[in-house]
């Protein structure tokens, strides 16, 4: 499925090469496939093209951002962090309505263990999309982090209510009832 939107792609491209956004289609597909310098290659032409690149002024800042999001997707996957990070924040200075880009600062900063800069993020998330599950769940985990046990109830139950059928709502559950025992048993919570 992937080869056929791949080939798709690329016919359209061969068609009508001045249309630049549909390269990060392309790189895209070419990332799920986990052909990282090919997904690569597409997001730093839309870059370039988008007047993205080098922190330039974008001409199309949508794009500009997409491209510097599957370019912060791909340092990911590379374990390149802090490549990560400047890329999703740029993504994020460029589109500040992209709960996506804000949401994967907030994860490289929570896996770097600051975690006070990644709730920020995250919670930006929120205000941006308030019925997206994801952000709720890594708050809650956050705050559970940082001991802040009823704001972690708190988000952890919102990530429940919005998906109880998410393969992590199990997980969740549990943890909601041992802080909610906690807090019964009479220890801090």
Not at 18 to 32: E, I, S
Not at 47 to 68: H, M, N, P, T, V
Not at 88 to 94: I, V
Not at 95 to 104: H, K
Request: aromatic residues 8%; proline residues 4%; without cysteine.
């Amino acid at each position: 499925q992937i080869e056929g939107a791949i080939g798709l792609f690329e016919e359209f491209l061969t068609k009508y090469p001045g249309v630049y956004q549909v390269r990060a289609n392309l790189g895209g597909a070419r990332l799920k496939k986990g052909d990282l310098d090919g997904a690569e290659s597409e997001f730093k032409a839309v870059l370039d093209q988008s007047g993205g690149a080098a922190g330039g002024l974008a001409k199309d800042r949508i794009s500009a951002a997409r491209a510097l999001t599957g370019l912060g997707e791909i340092a990911l996957r590379r374990q390149d962090l802090e490549t990560a990070g400047r890329l999703f924040s740029e993504a994020l200075a460029l589109s500040p309505e992209d709960e996506a880009a804000a949401y994967n600062v907030g994860e490289i900063l929570f896996s770097n263990q600051k975690t006070d800069e990644a709730i920020r993020y995250f919670e930006l998330a929120v205000q941006i999309k308030k019925d997206w599950p994801k952000p709720y769940h890594k708050l809650g985990l956050v705050y559970l982090n940082k001991g802040d046990y009823a704001k972690a109830l708190e988000n952890l139950k919102t990530f429940i209510a919005l998906d109880p059928g998410n393969p992590e709502a199990p997980n969740v559950k549990t943890i909601i009832e041992a802080i909610e025992k906690m807090k019964k048993d009479g220890r801090p919570a």
